[in-house]
């Protein structure tokens, strides 16, 4: 079995993704393995609400400046003291992303929170963690977040 080197963390800034990237921080720990931060946006939709092609590609670009900020800080508060810990910020459909992030970072181990949605909400929202962990070419641990989380979405 290959050893476990490279962690692909994804957030969404909850607190599942929190929890996710504090078990990642100690994993990485103990196994030395670097990290790789990932949160995805998806700008599709701009180009049907924004007509104008030089607001539209600000508009993306500010988002993108955004996120890369607040993935920054999220990977500082989780990931300080790690030696190699890296931030993406990748634009698409969330599940795919994250599954053609592993492939082109060559992660080991996708490490995500859940927010345990159950019945309708799961019905109607769909699960991003089991959508990756049903496809994902590599092992994924997913860690559920907080009761206090969890309980306000059922």
Same mark, same amino acid.
Request: proline fraction near 2%.
């Given at each position: !079995?290959?050893?476990? @080197?490279?962690?692909?963390?994804?957030?969404?800034?909850?607190? $599942?993704?929190?929890?996710?990237?504090?078990?990642?921080?100690?994993?990485?720990?103990?196994?030395?393995?670097?990290?790789?931060?990932?949160?995805?946006?998806?700008?599709?939709?701009?180009?049907?609400?924004?007509?104008?092609?030089?607001?539209?590609?600000?508009?993306?670009?500010?988002?993108?400046?955004?996120?890369? &900020?607040?993935?920054?800080?999220?990977?500082?508060?989780?990931?300080? $003291?790690?030696?190699?810990?890296?931030?993406?910020?990748?634009? $698409?459909?969330?599940?795919?992303?994250?599954?053609?992030?592993?492939?082109?970072?060559? &992660?080991? !181990?996708?490490? !995500? $929170?859940?927010?345990?949605?159950?019945?309708?909400?799961?019905?109607?929202?769909?699960?991003?963690?089991?959508?990756?962990?049903?496809?994902?070419?590599?092992?994924?641990?997913?860690?559920?977040? &907080?009761?206090? @989380?969890?309980?306000?979405?059922?």
């Amino acid at each position: !079995m290959k050893a476990f @080197e490279r962690f692909l963390v994804p957030t969404d800034f909850s607190a $599942g993704a929190d929890a996710a990237a504090d078990a990642a921080a100690e994993l990485a720990k103990r196994l030395k393995a670097s990290v790789d931060v990932v949160t995805v946006v998806d700008t599709s939709a701009f180009a049907t609400i924004y007509g104008d092609a030089v607001y539209r590609a600000q508009r993306i670009s500010d988002i993108h400046g955004q996120a890369l &900020s607040d993935a920054q800080q999220f990977a500082d508060r989780h990931f300080n $003291g790690l030696g190699n810990v890296k931030v993406h910020v990748r634009d $698409g459909d969330t599940f795919l992303e994250l599954l053609q992030a592993a492939q082109d970072l060559g &992660s080991d !181990m996708i490490i !995500m $929170g859940t927010h345990g949605r159950t019945g309708l909400a799961h019905l109607l929202i769909g699960s991003i963690a089991e959508k990756v962990v049903r496809k994902s070419p590599v092992p994924v641990l997913t860690v559920r977040g &907080s009761a206090r @989380e969890t309980a306000g979405s059922r």
